[in-house]
């Protein structure tokens, strides 16, 4: 066979694989409208016990369900999830995978939330995103926050095309995507936008492989970062029981555990939001972003000092004072190496007190 004919096989091989993909989003999309599902009815995945319980609120965030006058009974509300520790200024909508209920995303919310981000999952008509006016229901929460100075959508699976869809149509009401083990669609390609990008997914994923997020790499900014979660699936990306199964169907199993990659994909996106945060931290700008030593300094802010209203006060100071240290910090050189040897020391110290 020579290399012309070989090529023509590979190209319609890859155009079957995109129709094949095209076909199972709109066969998704046409039963949820339907009414029928993987057992008949309507139904998706559930949440599991984990999701339930991060629905209540606790001394580091407020949990509430706001209801939408305007949207369609049964689907009119959203979840929204508010830092206690400081004013927050940017915000991060999600939008759900296909099919599955959002509180199956309540674990990931409530924690990025007490890193110091408004957090908020919006509950789908059938629970499915891509399809309008659902997919522009970030609109009413943008509205509802008007203090909010920065937002970011974003959404697992399906629900990440659909925040690409948003973020094309309004370029001028969201700064940044947030992709979990997902990707845009030719029809909502972002790569012609200023948009700041994350792609994080899993290596063992079955339903988003490895091939289709290189591959949508000519659909997103030139300078998205890439995230690859080793041994991560497409189910342990959110909360949601899919028993009998272990995974959902066509699915892979995980090399790691669903707290593992949930650990993982709540770090990165707190890291990429992070970036855009105008109070900066002092401990991120003298040790370096991802250094393992800021893990010792978010679980005594989370377990210490945000269980008390003074402690509390105390990283809101902390957090507005950072911006204005920073600045000093970078006008003198000798006095910031000095400070990151004795911040690295005080973190090693009291990583052993907290064990």
């Not at 590979?10 to 046409?30: E, F, H, P, W, Y």
């Not at 008509?125 to 006016?133: E, G, H, L, S």
């Not at 948003?166 to 909502?188: C, H, I, M, N, R």
């Not at 204005?324 to 009291?350: D, N, Q, W, Y």
């Amino acid at each position: 066979m020579n290399s012309m004919n070989l090529n023509k096989i590979n190209s319609v091989k890859g155009d079957a694989m995109k129709i094949k993909k095209q076909t199972v989003v709109l066969i998704v999309v046409l039963f949820t409208l339907l009414g029928v599902s993987r057992e008949g009815v309507a139904q998706s995945w559930p949440p599991l016990p984990e999701a339930l319980d991060a629905l209540e609120s606790d001394s580091a965030v407020t949990v509430e369900t706001v209801e939408v006058e305007a949207w369609e009974e049964g689907s009119n509300y959203y979840y929204a999830f508010e830092p206690n520790n400081t004013n927050p200024t940017i915000g991060f909508i999600i939008y759900p995978g296909g099919l599955v209920d959002p509180r199956a995303y309540a674990p990931a919310a409530h924690t990025i939330a007490a890193g110091g981000y408004l957090t908020v999952i919006i509950k789908m008509k059938n629970d499915v995103a891509i399809t309008n006016p659902n997919y522009t229901r970030a609109d009413q929460i943008i509205s509802d926050y008007p203090e909010i100075t920065k937002w970011f959508i974003g959404g697992h699976s399906l629900g990440g095309v659909s925040s690409c869809a948003y973020a094309k149509e309004f370029t001028d009401k969201v700064d940044g995507v947030v992709l979990w083990a997902s990707y845009p669609s030719e029809q909502f390609r972002i790569d012609d936008t200023d948009l700041k990008v994350v792609s994080i997914y899993g290596t063992n994923d079955g339903l988003v492989t490895h091939d289709e997020i290189e591959t949508s790499e000519e659909h997103l900014p030139s300078d998205t970062q890439w995230v690859p979660i080793e041994g991560g699936n497409h189910t342990q990306f959110g909360w949601y029981d899919t028993s009998p199964y272990p995974v959902q169907p066509d699915d892979n199993p995980a090399d790691i555990s669903r707290e593992e990659q949930q650990r993982q994909i709540i770090e990165e996106t707190v890291d990429f939001l992070g970036q855009f945060q105008e109070n900066q931290c002092v401990a991120t700008y003298l040790l370096g972003r991802g250094n393992p030593q800021l893990t010792t300094l978010r679980r005594f802010r989370d377990t210490v000092l945000a269980q008390s209203a003074m402690g509390r006060k105390l990283v809101e100071i902390y957090y507005r004072s950072s911006g204005k240290a920073i600045a000093i910090f970078e006008h003198h050189p000798t006095v910031t190496l000095s400070l990151r040897k004795l911040v690295g020391s005080l973190l090693s110290m009291m990583n052993g007190a907290l064990v």
